[in-house]
Every structure is written in structure tokens, then in C-alpha cells.
């Protein structure tokens, strides 16, 4: 039995920045029917709502600065 050579499997290109900026954005509107319609006695649904965004937001500079490594590597400067 002979084995094939597989071929060098590459990585998928996503878009992270888009995936992310949609949730961000899903936590936003969530807030703000939160706060402007549900008007909730417990605070905890807020909170989770805005550490939502925070993360989004987060996530969001994360995959800048990678994407922007990842460009330096491949241009090789």
C-alpha cells in the first residue's frame, strides 16, 4: 500500500472583523431594548448586555492587530 502525499491544507480566510461587529452590534440593540423597553428591577441583564459589548469590542481590536501582523509577515517587512 503507498501513501499519498497530501496536499499542505490552508487556512480558511473569514471575515472575523464582520462576525464580530454584528454581535457587537446584536449587544447594542439589546441594551437598548433593555433599557428603553424591558426597564429591568435587576440590574444583570444590563450588565451582561454591555460586557457583551465590551468583548465585541475587544474582539474588535484583537483581530485588527492580528490581521495587521499577519499582513507584516506575509509582506515580509
Known amino acids: 500500500m503507498t501513501q499519498r502525499r497530501q496536499e499542505e491544507l490552508k487556512p480558511i480566510e473569514t471575515h472575523d472583523t464582520a462576525t464580530i461587529l454584528v454581535g457587537t452590534v446584536l449587544w ?3 441594551l437598548l431594548a433593555m433599557v428603553l423597553v424591558v426597564k429591568p428591577a435587576d ?3 444590563v450588565w451582561t448586555c454591555v460586557a457583551g459589548i465590551g468583548l465585541g469590542l475587544f474582539g474588535l481590536g484583537y483581530v485588527r492587530i492580528r490581521d495587521a501582523r499577519r499582513k507584516r509577515r506575509s509582506t515580509g517587512a
Request: glycine share 0%; charged share 15%; proline share 33%.
Open 28 to 30: 447594542v440593540i439589546a
Open 43 to 45: 440590574p444583570r441583564p
